[in-house]
């Protein structure tokens, strides 16, 4: 079913859009996780189905590869794919250097492994996911099962000493049961609130046993896409040290926003 989109919804929607015209035909893309790359799967599989792009499509979460079969985009794995020519997916944070916190839809292990095997990435996101110092959201670490609890408490000690305003470490959940990743892990959601360091931050988490990949992505992120509720869309490349606004028309009626779950 169709539904109104709220102001974000739009933003997202328009920043999804955009990204897919830096696909083209023959490419092997990665497919990122969320409710913004969700839009950015539909959009590419109208342009499949409309103009006869022919892509193959790496999805980073099992909800994506349902969503992107439903599509009509031929899906592959990455090991069928081996190397990628553009990843496009969300983030829940992005900084000045497109320095990122990923992970908030459980799925930053793929994301990561995905996004790195790519010539490039892009980040599709609102205006509001932009802040000065990464930390204000709780940055997940996809964790082993076994011993978890220790697990935690090493992460806990060497938070110590680092550059962070907090370092309440909770477990996500999923209703009464501890929420389990596609690849059977659990996360574990550090509130540090600020993040002063994000690159030592990454190398020093995952040197934690138990840990098996931290959400911080770091000189991963080519371009960020900044959708805006009005259709204004930004696009910035730190690599070139460009940016660059367009206006999108936001579609009345769209087939692209039936069934909207993610
Ligand atoms: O990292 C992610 C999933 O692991 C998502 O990209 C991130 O949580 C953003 O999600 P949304 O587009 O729904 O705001």
């Not at 980040?123 to 076994?146: M, N, Q, S, W």
């Not at 059977?184 to 690159?199: A, S, V, Y």
């Not at 931290?214 to 910035?236: K, P, S, W, Y």
Request: hydrophobic content about 40%.
């Amino acid at each position: 079913m169709s539904r109104e989109l709220s102001p974000i919804d739009k933003a997202k929607f328009v920043a999804a859009r955009r990204a897919v015209d830096f696909v083209e035909d023959g490419m092997r893309v990665g497919l990122g996780t969320g409710s913004t790359a969700a839009f950015m799967v539909r959009c590419l599989g109208e342009r499949v189905q409309q103009e006869g792009l022919r892509i193959r499509g790496v999805p980073t979460s099992s909800r994506t590869a349902a969503l992107a079969r439903e599509v009509g985009i031929d899906v592959v794995t990455l090991d069928e794919a081996r190397w990628l020519d553009l990843t496009i997916d969300g983030a829940d944070e992005f900084d000045g250097d497109l320095n990122l916190i990923k992970g908030g839809g459980g799925a930053h292990l793929q994301e990561k492994i995905v996004a790195t095997a790519s010539d490039q990435m892009i980040v599709i996101t609102d205006a509001a996911k932009e802040v000065e110092t990464l930390g204000a959201f709780p940055l997940p670490v996809e964790v082993i099962r076994f011993g978890w609890r220790a697990t935690q408490a090493l992460i806990g000690e060497v938070l110590v000493g680092m550059d962070v305003l907090g370092r309440d470490i909770t477990l996500r959940m999923n209703g009464d049961a501890p929420y389990v990743t596609d690849e059977g892990n659990h996360i574990l959601d550090l509130h540090l609130k600020r993040i002063g360091n994000p690159r030592q931050m990454a190398m020093v988490l995952n040197q934690v046993a138990g840990v098996v990949e931290n959400g911080l992505f770091i000189d991963i992120c080519d371009r960020v896409i900044v959708g805006h509720g009005d259709g204004r869309v930004e696009t910035r490349d730190i690599n070139e040290g460009t940016s660059e606004e367009v206006r999108l028309e936001f579609p009345e009626e769209s087939n692209l926003f039936n069934d909207l779950t993610d």
